[in-house]
């Protein structure tokens, strides 16, 4: 094998941390768009409930008025 | 429900990427060749080994797919091949820097791996274009599903074949490293490959939820609304899934 | 009726093919001119009058795998357009006698192309002899052929009812023809040494003969999920 003289710790420091860093990134960007999916699908919930508030009390009103 | 389970199993996941990481920068000792730039191996080497895991997990979900014609065979084969790019993302950051810190240049056509995750990214890069560009659902599941089959039988003759290419005489390099690990190098990555198939089991669980969950919102949207979805739906590359009524 | 014999289906389709062709001129000319066109682009690009060994295998393997990515795009887009793929689903013929007539047109596109490509190659660009390269050329030429017929058909297949076909055909097939461009280049460049042929290795034609097989298995077994309606 071709000899590849060991980097000394200051030297190799960073580029293991680079490595780590970029994996730690990477998944956290995952996340991230993952949140982001979430909070949306919780707005959509959000209006849902209200739309089927609305309608309930809606029809509340129509039988009280009866 | 798709979600049973998720909370045990990302802190599983949790518990067992943080003990890994420890065990990788204190526990394990420095490799006599390389020094303290191997440590990236324990994080780039199961990445890579997931990866393509999941890929050729990802046709036999499809092979699955189109002899049953389930959908969510589809889903669970789109999210695996989803899951694994992204990984596949890592592999090829994590493999560039291992790639500058050992050689000097951030690519290097000396190593088998990396070419040939270059050449399987290249490839699986092509697989959401794909279902974007076909508006019929049935038919997207299954073009994407033979397509599935046909590169996941492709990775693993591509690592072959790249492998016995001509500029090969050079030192394999990750491979020399990774063979004949010495006794807490081995735990440590073993571990590492533990770790590495939670985190994509779990991500792809994740993510398998999510769509159900946004699955079954569209479908309560539609009977709230009492229209029916008349409306071009958008063009859409994610496979679809039926939200009312579904089973787990 | 008779369920006809899927040779029989292969040679009228191939027959049906050649015939449009020879009446259209829509895919050989084009190969063929741009074959030679990339050849004088090589030779700008890399600023070289004359190749051998390793740089001439590969300049003329690129060069006619590209090329064949033309092909690769047209053997079916009359069928998707004029209601080929519905006629043919009409027809009591096995689905895969489809698949074995596009991977004969395209065998029979790429002989013709290399009629024209290799002696314009040995002119324009290639220092040693074309005849010392000739023989062993023939066994490259041969199965590297048959692997860019065989993934060509199956992906062709895949991409022409797609809205982007024209760039997911050759997105999709590249990746999936680099193995035989290795096998075929490696194969082929010794034969181009100067001033002597120097000896090709025995592993080459192995592995492209088995890559061929497999794909060929692979795209038999999933032929017909793609010509369902």
């Given at each position: ?6 980097l000394?710790l ?7 941390a680079?490595?780590?860093?970029a994996f730690?990134?990477?998944?956290l960007?995952?996340?991230?768009i ?8 919780e ?5 849902l ?8 009390e ?8 009866r | ?10 802190l ?8 890994t990481l420890?065990a990788?920068?204190?526990?394990a000792?420095?490799?006599?060749y390389?020094?303290?730039l ?11 080994i997931i990866?393509?895991c999941g ?18 065979w589809?889903v ?5 091949i989803h899951?694994?790019l992204?990984f ?5 950051i994590t493999?560039?820097i ?5 050689w000097?240049?951030?690519?290097v056509?000396?190593d ?5 995750f ?7 890069a ?6 974007f560009?076909?508006d019929?659902?049935e038919?997207?599941a299954?073009?994407?599903s033979?397509?599935?089959?046909t ?24 491979d020399?490293?990774n063979?004949n690990?010495?006794?807490r ?7 590492a ?12 669980r ?8 946004a699955a079954?919102?569209?479908?309560l949207?539609g ?9 071009p ?14 089973e787990? | 009726?008779?369920?006809?014999r899927?040779?029989?289906?292969v ?14 001129f829509e ?10 066109t ?6 700008f690009g890399l600023?070289?009058d ?8 590969g300049?003329?393997w690129?060069?006619l ?11 079916y ?20 006698a489809l ?9 029979v596109?790429?002989?013709v192309?290399e ?41 062709g ?12 055909g ?8 680099v193995p ?13 040494d100067?001033?002597?042929a ?5 592993r080459?034609p ?15 077994a ?5 010509v369902?309606?």
């Open positions: 094998m071709i000899a590849i003289a060991p000394p200051h030297t190799a420091g960073p580029y293991v680079g490595a780590y860093i730690f990134l990477i998944v960007a995952y996340v991230a993952m949140a982001a999916k979430l909070s949306r699908n707005r959509t919930l959000r209006e409930t209200e739309q089927v508030r609305r309608r309930s809606g029809g509340d009103e129509e039988n009280g008025r | 429900m798709y979600g049973k389970g998720l909370r045990a199993l990302s599983t996941t949790a518990l067992a990427v943080a003990l420890a990788a920068l204190y526990w000792p420095n490799d006599a390389l020094g303290f191997q440590k990236i191996f324990y994080v780039h080497v199961p990445l890579a990866t393509l890929f050729v997990a990802a046709g036999l979900m499809a092979i699955a797919h189109l002899r049953t014609g389930d959908s969510r589809d669970r084969s789109y999210v695996a899951i694994s992204i596949g993302v890592a592999v090829l493999g560039s291992w790639a500058r810190g050992a000097g240049h951030w690519w056509w000396d088998p791996t990396l070419v040939s270059l050449l399987v990214m290249l490839l699986y092509t697989y959401q274009p794909l279902r560009a076909i019929d659902p038919r997207q299954r073009y994407a033979v397509f599935a089959v590169a996941g039988v492709f990775v693993p003759v591509c690592f072959a074949v790249v492998r016995l290419g001509p500029s090969y005489v050079h030192p394999r390099t990750l020399n490293v063979s690990l010495p006794g190098m081995q735990v440590v990555f073993y571990l490959l533990v770790s590495m198939t939670l985190l994509w089991v779990t991500l792809w994740f993510e398998i939820t999510a769509k159900h969950v079954q919102l569209r479908a949207r009977l709230l609304t009492e229209q029916a979805d008349d409306a739906a958008r063009r859409s590359a994610a496979p679809t899934l039926t939200g009312v009524g579904s787990t | 009726m008779r369920r006809p899927t040779l029989a289906v040679a009228a389709l191939l027959r049906a093919q050649l015939r449009l062709e020879l009446r259209t895919a050989l000319p084009a190969m063929c001119l741009f074959v030679v990339a050849f004088v682009l090589f030779h600023n070289v004359a190749l051998s060994g390793n740089l001439a295998s300049v003329l690129v060069t795998l590209l090329a064949a990515l033309l092909a690769i795009n047209r053997i887009v009359a069928d998707a357009e004029q209601g080929g793929f519905d006629a043919f689903l009409l027809s009591p013929a096995e689905r895969v698949l074995g007539a596009k991977t004969a047109v395209l065998l596109y790429l002989a192309l009629l024209i490509a290799l002696p314009a190659f040995a002119i324009l660009l290639l220092e040693p002899s074309l005849w010392q390269a000739l023989p062993g050329m023939l066994g490259a030429l041969a199965l590297g052929d048959l692997g860019v017929a065989v993934i060509g058909a199956l992906v297949a895949l991409a022409v009812r797609t809205q982007a076909r024209d760039l997911l050759p997105l999709i097939s590249l990746p999936l023809l035989v461009l290795i096998c075929a280049a490696s194969w082929s460049a010794p034969l181009f100067y001033p002597h120097a000896g090709v290795a025995v080459w192995a592995i492209l003969a088995l890559y061929d097989a497999l794909f060929g298995l692979i795209a038999f999933l032929f017909d999920f793609l369902e309606d």
